[in-house]
C-alpha cells in the first residue's frame, strides 16, 4: 500500500514526521492482528463476522492514514469514519470496541480540544445506545469514555507541545535570520561610510599630486605621503569591520536569545565588552552553546530574569550564563552532554551549578593561546 506524501498542513507534516507518532502508528499493525486472532481463538472460523473484519481494515487504514496525512481540517472527519466503522462492526465482532476507542483518540490531534472531548461524548452516548439495543456489556461504554479520555488526553498534551516547538523553531529560525541581514546591513552601512569618504580624499589627492609632478615635485611628493598615510589607516578599519563581521554570529546569538526570552517573559541582561575577537570556529561553538543553554531556559528554567555575562582578560575568554528559575539542571542529560562535547573541541571547559529551586549558571571558559585549559568530565 503505497502511502501519499504528507500534506504541509498535516499531522506528519506540521510536525516533521516525530518519531511518538510514528510509533504509536506502528502499534496499529498488532491491533489489526489482534482483531482477526482473538474472535477466532473465541468462535472459530466463520465468514460471518471474518468477511466484515477483513472488508472493515481497507478502510481503516485508508482512514487512519489520512490522519496524518491529510490536512488537519479533515482529520475529525477521518476519525469519525473510524468510529463509525467500529459501530458497525460491533455487531459480528465485539473487538471492534478498539476501533471506536482509536477514533476517539486520533480526534485529540485536531487543532481545538473540542473536537476531541465533542467524540468523547458522542462515542459514549452511541455505546450506551448499543448497550440497551444489542445488550452489549456496560463495560464497553465504561471503556469507551475512560480509555477516549485517557489516551486521548495524552495525545493532546503530546501534540500541543510538539506544535509549540515547531513554532519555535520556527520563531527562532526568523529570528536568526533577521539578526544576521541587520548585521549586514549595519556592516554595509559602516563600510560605505567609511569606503565612501575615504577612496574621495585618496582620488583627490592622486590628482592634485599628478597635476603638481611636473610644477612642484616636493608637494607632489608630499600629496602622495598623504595618501599612502590615509590609504593605510583605512586599511586599518577595513579590517577591524571585518573583524566585526565575523563576530556577527554570536553577537546576532544573543539578538536572538533576548528576543526569545523576552517573548516568553524572562527578561535578559547582557554584559559584553566593547570588541573582542573570536577565531571563526571558536565562535561557532560558542554560539551553539549559547543556544542551547537559553533554549534550556525558555523550556525547563520557569524563570523571570537571565544574565549572560561575556569577559575577555588577554588570552581568556569567559561566558557565563544565569538564570533565576527551578535549577535541577541535569549535569548528563543530552543537551548538557553536547555543551560539553562542544566545549571539548576548543578545549574549553563548562561548569554547571544548579541546586533545585536556586537557578542555574553555566560557568563556561575558553583559552584563545597557544595553550589548552584543564577539561571537565
Sequence with gaps: MRIPPPHKDSLLGGLRSPVYLRWQAGLQ????????????AIKGFDWAWMGPTLASIPVYLVCYIAVYVAPLSR???????????????????????????????????????????????????????????????MVHAAVVFGVGLAAGFSNFLYVRGAR????????????????????????????????GHTLSLITLKSELARRLAIADPARAQQ?????????????????????GMRAGDL????????????????????????RFELPAATEATLSLVLREAVTNIHRHSRATEARVIITRNGQDFSMRIMDNGCGGLSAHGNGVSGMRERMRQIGGRLAIDSPA??????????????GRMERFA
Design 29 to 40: 499493525v498488532f491491533w489489526l492482528i489482534a482483531l482477526i486472532q482473538a474472535p477466532l
Design 75 to 137: 482529520l475529525p472527519f477521518h476519525a469519525a469514519a473510524i468510529c463509525a466503522l467500529g459501530f458497525v462492526l460491533w455487531a459480528v465482532n465485539p473487538l471492534s470496541l478498539g476501533y471506536v476507542v482509536i477514533g476517539v483518540t486520533l480526534t485529540a490531534y485536531a487543532r481545538r480540544a473540542s473536537a476531541w472531548l465533542i467524540a468523547v461524548a458522542v462515542a459514549t452516548l452511541v455505546t450506551l445506545g448499543w448497550v440497551y439495543l444489542f445488550h452489549v456489556p
Design 164 to 195: 509549540r516547538d515547531a513554532e519555535l523553531r520556527l520563531s527562532q529560525t526568523e529570528v536568526r535570520r533577521l539578526a544576521t541581514l541587520a548585521e549586514r546591513e549595519r556592516i554595509g552601512r559602516d563600510l560605505h561610510d567609511l569606503l
Design 223 to 243: 600629496e602622495m605621503e598623504e595618501v599612502e598615510r590615509v590609504a593605510r589607516h583605512t586599511l586599518g578599519e577595513v579590517r577591524s569591520a571585518a573583524t
Design 251 to 274: 553577537a546576532s546569538e544573543l539578538v536572538s536569545a533576548r528576543l526569545m526570552l523576552e517573548a516568553s517573559g524572562i527578561a535578559l541582561q547582557v554584559e559584553l565588552p566593547d
Design 357 to 370: 529551586k536556586q537557578g542555574t549558571a553555566l560557568a563556561i571558559d575558553v583559552p584563545l593561546g597557544g
